[in-house]
């Protein structure tokens, strides 16, 4: 067979398939519908006849495209004339299956074969994709295309350079910001998707990849109101465990070198600290019974939130510079331990970026556990001071033991 046969083959093979699937849904419904078995692969035969009397040339095909969309439009115009809520993927279908013939005339085998495939699946797929416009709401769509804009449009178009004596370059200083907001985003994503099933541990979970500090000021108001201190105390301890995960992941992405040094004390730290909290959120409280997770976490993807990470992340960048030129070790040190009564997020991720530049990567990775441990006092005062009594007593105690072992690291790291 010669090679030009092999391509009407597979024409007829791809406009077959998308001529069987729109024959199929014709005798479903009964409706008014454009096209089956049989006008499908005379469109792709006709794409393909006119792609090779044109020699490669475009302008004939489009010709040809225009003619074949006249026809498709007085087929819509009959169906919308027997039906005011006819649809036009049939049509669209047509236009497609043209394209892909004039596509295989042009040896893009495997983009004609994926966009016949990818318009069988959406026309199959009718029931449950209009189903999803039902079941996730506005909002949700909204939010997911704000992290478009954070990552697909924003991210690109800044200069990957660097300026001023600081030597701060947009591009890296955004995709710090798009990576902290996809780990905050995908926590966000999981816990909506759950919708509270999964009990406080998994709430803990999700939470401490979430927001660590959020997630302990949460469940400090609700251990107010419940008598399980055992249970409150161990999941917080959970959700901070978290935290160390969080933070490796983010630190691998930008300083495998610093990661090199952090991984084991972070992994190890997210590891005890998970396991412990579990055993013990189990031990016995008066009260027993499933508690039911409450917290629903607030949209990670807003642009003013994401805006003020951007600046906070510059200043610490500024800050820690600063530090190290006129104050050394302990200046940074002292910053460290400073910021971890704030967000701990933008200084370990400027701390990340400086390792290896302006500081050494030991020094990096000393402050970025005092700052985690500075991080884990500050959340256990919080527990403290926000929920009862004994919940707040056990939360710090476990918390000023996390970051007491969080910073035992610093043994060797310090030599």
Known sequence: MPPEGLKIALVLFLSFLTGLEREERLSANGHPSFGGVRTFPLIGLMGYGISLLAGGLILPVMLGFAVLGGFLMLSYRNKLEASKLAGATSEMSALTTYVAAALVYREQFWIATALTVASMMLLELKTVLEGLTKRVPPEEIFTFTKFLLLTAVI????????????????????????????????????????????????????????????????????????????????????????????????????????IAVLGVPFLALAAAAIVLGWFWSRRPDQKTGEVVREFQPGNPLE????????????????????????LGKTGVYSLAALMGVTDVDPFIMGMTDAAGKSTGVNMAAISILIAAASNNLVKGIYAYSMSDRKTGRLSLTLLVALAAAGLTPLIWLAQ
């Open 155 to 258: 991210l690109p178009v800044l200069p990957n350079q660097s300026f001023g004596p600081f030597a701060i370059n947009p591009s890296k200083v955004w995709l710090v910001v798009v990576a902290v907001s996809t780990v905050s985003y995908g926590s966000y994503v999981i816990q909506k998707l759950t919708k509270g099933q999964g009990g406080v541990i998994l709430g803990a979970l999700l939470g401490g990849a979430y927001s660590s500090t959020v997630t302990t000021v949460v469940l400090a108001r609700r251990a107010a109101r419940e008598n399980r201190p055992h249970l409150f105390s161990g999941v917080t301890l959970v959700a901070s465990g978290m935290m160390y995960l969080r933070l490796a992941g983010l630190v691998s992405i930008f300083n495998p070198a610093l």
């Open 303 to 326: 642009m003013r939130s994401a805006l003020m990470f951007a600046l906070l992340f510059v200043a610490v960048l500024v800050a820690t510079h600063l530090a190290v030129q006129y």
